[in-house]
């Protein structure tokens, strides 16, 4: 009687260990599963609305600013508005998207640095007496973008290497930037932050792969921008300082940044890319990063021009 109760306790106890295993099994599968319909789709489709978001924001002030500083004339009260409603816009865009972007972040790193970002771009939207913790919010959460990436590379390859150079030139531009507009040491920051971001853009592409077609591009828009610098000085000063936000810097190197963007857009486009056009685009439009709505563009652009890191199978979004 006793042999047989072991037996049947045996039994019960090979079951129960069989069925906690398939469980565990089927877990992995659902979790597998999961991730990779997320990996898929979900992130692709975030970043193509996070982009969207963005750029409609910040394109929209951009083409403000060039409007209400045209030839034109515009009704005051007309402007005024338009101006305030696309102010809050490049704001309000770019700083949704870098809290959607840090809501579904991997990294814990990379998570913190663009909520920092989101948050704090909002609440400067709110009320300017939250303007200057924006400042060092935007500065701080794109470095630690920079970092989480770094923690998920630990043996980084070289293209890794060029993106991580990429990104500290954009991030270095956006400091000495916006501390320069904020009034620390405004004429040698905001001069070397105009040249280090240009530099930074010119590189895009390195971070990318672009191929020749998409070099071809570039190398056509960038000789076209330098043959307008030289051909119209007065006019085309004006409209990088008004749209751009750029000081003191060369038509050579001005040129060669736009042509680096264009060349990063074209690899997007051509490639149906997410991360390469929507980085061209931001900085395009944000131009040099000297103020909240600049800054938030170019943090955001930093952390697509750091999304590809991770993603070794070579069909980076």
């Known amino acids: 009687m006793s042999q047989l109760a072991g037996r049947v306790r045996e039994r019960a106890s090979e079951q129960a260990t069989a069925l906690i295993e398939r469980t565990a099994v089927v877990r992995r599968r659902a979790r597998s599963l999961t991730v990779a319909v997320v990996t898929e789709s979900w992130t692709r489709r975030v970043r193509l609305v996070v982009a969207l978001v963005a750029l409609v924001g910040l394109g929209t002030l951009a083409a403000t600013r060039v409007a209400l500083n045209a030839p034109v004339t515009l009704p005051s009260v007309a402007s005024g508005a338009w101006f305030d409603a696309a102010a809050s816009a490049a704001v309000v865009g770019p700083a949704t998207a870098a809290l959607a972007l840090g809501v579904t972040a991997d990294e814990s790193c990379s998570q913190i640095g663009l909520i920092l970002v989101g948050v704090f771009g909002l609440l400067s939207a709110v009320t300017p007496a939250v303007a200057l913790p924006a400042v060092g919010a935007v500065v701080v959460g794109g470095w630690l973008t920079l970092a989480g990436s770094a923690v998920v590379s630990r043996s980084p390859t070289r293209r890794q290497i060029r993106v991580g150079v990429v990104a500290v030139a954009l991030l270095g531009g956006l400091t000495l930037s916006v501390f320069g507009a904020v009034g620390v040491r405004p004429a040698a920051f905001r001069t070397a932050g105009t040249t280090l971001a240009l530099v930074g853009m010119a590189a895009t592409p390195l971070a ?110």
């Open 208 to 317: 990318f792969r672009p191929r020749m077609g998409a070099f071809a591009v570039g190398g056509l828009v960038a000789g076209v921008t330098f043959h307008l610098t030289g051909a119209a000085p007065f006019v085309s000063g004006a409209v990088v300082l008004v749209a751009g936000s750029v000081v003191s810097a060369s038509a050579l190197l001005l040129a060669v940044a736009v042509g680096g963007l264009a060349t990063t857009v074209a690899t997007g486009a051509t490639n149906r890319r997410i991360a390469p056009a929507a980085t061209g685009l931001l900085l395009l439009t944000a131009g040099v990063p000297s103020s909240i709505p600049r800054a938030l563009g170019a943090a955001l652009a930093v952390a697509f021009v750091l999304a590809p890191i991770p993603d070794q199978r070579g069909d980076s979004t």
